[in-house]
């Protein structure tokens, strides 16, 4: 994700409308190749463009995530179709997200996060990468509104009130003579809006009204993660699934719920299981471990376990961890994880 989130529509339409008054003040000064005199809803049209010029810098949208398929290559990570080589990653910083893991990048020019299920995976990108973490504090925080958008806001107040002015004098009847004057401030606000903007963009400044783009939630993982020294680390234990086939992990789940085994004093207790699977927190897996584990050693009833879990994504996985049939493995492997990438 791009640190020029949303940037695209408030350029176009700023910068549209701006070449559009340009264009009209040009021909009313030198050229006269627009009809004379101009008509009622031409007038109107001047001043909407102006309002136009004034709107397009706050209509940025915020950078959203999406999902999409990450491959592994030696010296290199493949995001959708797009290889992303060793040499091209400056810096590889990690936090603990909500359901999973972070992977922050710093490439030559922008900020991209990778949202991974679980942190095995995020050591996984950063192994094929060949890079060591660095310390989360020097990830580069987004840039908050500042001064360009007191001064951009400014501007657009200024234009849309020559443009109200520029409209009321022009559309009376008998309008006197020059009230098309009123329109010169009118474009000239219009272009240095847009010439505020510009730099805004360049700067890598916010744009977008909304308090949490996908860019600044990812970035404040990583503020967070360096405040606390709260790193993600890998979960290990008998019960954790590790790197090996569905199948096989539900089957480990089933001998230590069973008497006599091995792995049976390790299991948690029925509250810490209990407490597991609660944890909107927890990781997916080990919340599919719990379920599993609070119906087999326990017997508790499939209805009430799902009926814990809020989140539908969680619980659809809940509900296949909890089959008793040689299908289960199969189900959860068709559902795939809650996040296979998010950028």
Do not use: C
Not at 126 to 148: F, V
Not at 245 to 263: F, I, K
Request: glycine residues 8%; hydrophobic residues 50%.
């Amino acid at each position: 994700m791009s640190k020029r989130d949303g940037a695209g529509l408030p350029l176009a339409l700023t910068g549209g409308a701006v070449l559009a008054l340009l264009g009209v003040l040009l021909d009313d000064l030198f050229f006269h190749l627009l009809p004379t005199p101009p008509s009622t809803f031409e007038f109107v049209l001047v001043g909407l463009t102006m309002v136009l010029a004034a709107l397009g810098p706050w209509l940025a949208r915020p950078v959203s995530s999406r999902l999409s398929f990450l491959r592994l290559s030696p010296r290199a990570i493949v995001v959708g179709g797009r290889r992303i080589a060793a040499e091209d990653v400056e810096a590889v910083f990690l936090a603990a997200a909500h359901r999973g893991t972070s992977v922050g990048l710093r490439l030559r020019k922008r900020l991209l996060f990778l949202e991974v299920e679980r942190a095995e995976d995020a050591q996984r990108v950063i192994d094929a990468l060949g890079k060591t973490p660095e310390a989360l504090g020097n990830i580069e925080k987004s840039r908050t509104w500042g001064e360009g958008a007191i001064a951009q806001g400014a501007l657009s107040i200024a234009t849309v009130m020559f443009a109200l002015l520029y409209q009321s004098a022009t559309t009376m009847p008998d309008a006197p003579i020059g009230s098309k004057a009123l329109g010169i401030p009118g474009v000239v606000f219009s272009a240095l809006s847009l010439i505020v903007l510009v730099g805004r963009v360049m700067s890598g400044a916010r744009l977008s009204l909304a308090k949490d783009s996908a860019l600044e939630a990812h970035a404040r993982l990583h503020a967070d993660a360096a405040d606390t020294a709260d790193a993600p680390v890998a979960e290990t234990g008998p019960l954790v699934r590790r790197d090996e086939p569905t199948a096989a992990w539900l089957a480990r789940l089933d001998a230590a719920a069973s008497e006599g085994s091995a792995y049976r004093g390790d299991v948690p207790a029925r509250d810490a299981l209990v407490g597991t699977l609660t944890n909107e927190a927890a990781q997916v897996d080990a919340r599919m471990a719990a379920a599993r584990l609070l119906k087999r050693r326990h017997g508790a009833n499939d209805e009430e376990l799902v009926r814990i879990v809020t989140d539908p994504q969680v619980r659809v996985r809940v509900e296949a961890a909890l089959e008793d049939d040689d299908d289960a493995a199969e189900r959860i492997d068709a559902l795939g994880p809650v996040f296979q990438l998010r950028r």
